[in-house]
């Protein structure tokens, strides 16, 4: 059985992503400062961003060897267009959500603009009932808060006017500050 070249580099791309990020990970994430310094217990501020790369490289791996299952077995590889959970314009719509939201966080901050971002999220996402998309973007912004501001000690964007001071004041009602 020959191997295609593209076959190849849909294992060999995602591959050399997963090992990117992972260097990242473990050497170019902030060197030189001494976060050790910083940390409270085993969180310091490069937690998130460490966990999220290497969240990124095991995907990446998982993919790879996706790639690799596909390419060395008997049936035939899906067609593009076959398969019938993508859908293109959902997609094109996720990155805007997540390039509106990236540009909207210094005006409005992290506490305001991620309950509206994990709706939209979800509502792309297929999932229409109002109360479990309401429960998962008020309890998912409230660990999300929990976990960068008061366990991570980041110091997200709070916005600006009058929504910095209702950050402020949804924090300390939530025992942030």
């Given at each position: 059985?020959?191997?295609?070249?593209?076959?190849?580099?849909?294992?060999?791309?995602?591959?050399?992503?997963?090992?990117?990020?992972?260097?990242?990970?473990?050497?170019?994430?902030?060197?030189?400062?001494?976060?050790?310094a910083m940390a409270r217990g085993v969180?310091?501020?490069?937690?998130?961003?460490?966990?999220?790369?290497l969240c990124a490289a095991t995907a990446a791996a998982l993919l790879a060897l996706v790639h690799l299952l596909e390419s060395i077995s008997l049936r035939e590889p899906r067609?593009?267009?076959?398969?019938?959970?993508?859908?293109?314009?959902?997609?094109?719509?996720?990155?805007?959500?997540?390039?509106?939201y990236g540009i909207v966080i210094p005006?409005?901050?992290?506490?305001?603009?991620?309950?509206?971002?994990?709706?939209?999220?979800?509502?792309?996402?297929?999932?229409?009932?109002?109360l479990k998309v309401g429960l998962i973007s008020i309890l998912g912004t409230i660990g999300v808060l929990y976990f960068f501001v008061k366990l991570s000690s980041m110091?997200?964007?709070r916005g600006k006017g009058v929504f910095e001071q209702a950050t402020v004041t949804l924090y300390r009602l939530l025992g942030i500050y």
């Open positions: 059985m020959a191997v295609s070249p593209r076959a190849v580099l849909k294992v060999v791309l995602p591959l050399a992503t997963a090992v990117a990020c992972a260097v990242i990970a473990f050497s170019y994430v902030a060197p030189g400062v001494d976060f050790a969180v310091s501020p490069v937690t998130w961003p460490k966990t999220m790369l067609a593009p267009g076959q398969d019938e959970d993508y859908h293109e314009g959902r997609s094109i719509s996720a990155i805007g959500l997540l390039v509106a005006f409005v901050g992290i506490a305001w603009a991620t309950p509206i971002f994990i709706a939209g999220w979800l509502l792309l996402g297929g999932i229409r009932k109002p110091p997200l964007d």
